[in-house]
């Protein structure tokens, strides 16, 4: 059974940078695609960025150029490092894990990132 383990998070101010991370513990299968959705209160929840089995990126609008997503694939982990905190980023971030050969989803804990001075 694969599971995900999100560590980072917390409290930063405006302009300030917080670091992600996610570990998938299990059988991976060789194709699949991770990243991190968030959802802030009362808002529907977003693709922030992923990240493919072959390196493909993908960013929302509002993350480009602030966020990078990356992986290790030796530790089966991704990141996320965010610069630039903006109040509009604060969210509950989760992670996740999808193998398209099974139309399987797995998902994180998610971790808890607030910007505000």
């Known amino acids: 059974q694969v599971q995900l383990v999100e560590s980072g998070g917390g409290l930063v101010q405006p302009g300030g940078s917080l670091s992600l991370s996610c570990a998938a513990s299990g059988k991976i299968f060789r194709i699949y695609t991770m990243g991190w959705y968030r959802q802030a209160p009362g808002k529907q929840r977003e693709l922030v960025a992923s990240i493919s089995s072959g390196g493909s990126t993908n960013y929302a609008d509002s993350v480009k150029g602030r966020f990078t997503i990356s992986t290790d694939s030796a530790k089966n982990t991704v990141y996320l490092q965010m610069n630039i905190l903006e109040p509009e980023d604060t969210a509950v971030y989760s992670c996740?894990?999808?193998?398209?050969?099974?139309?399987?989803?797995?998902w994180g804990q998610g971790t808890q990132v607030t910007v505000s001075s």
């Open positions: 996740y894990l999808r193998f398209p050969a099974t139309a399987t989803t797995i």
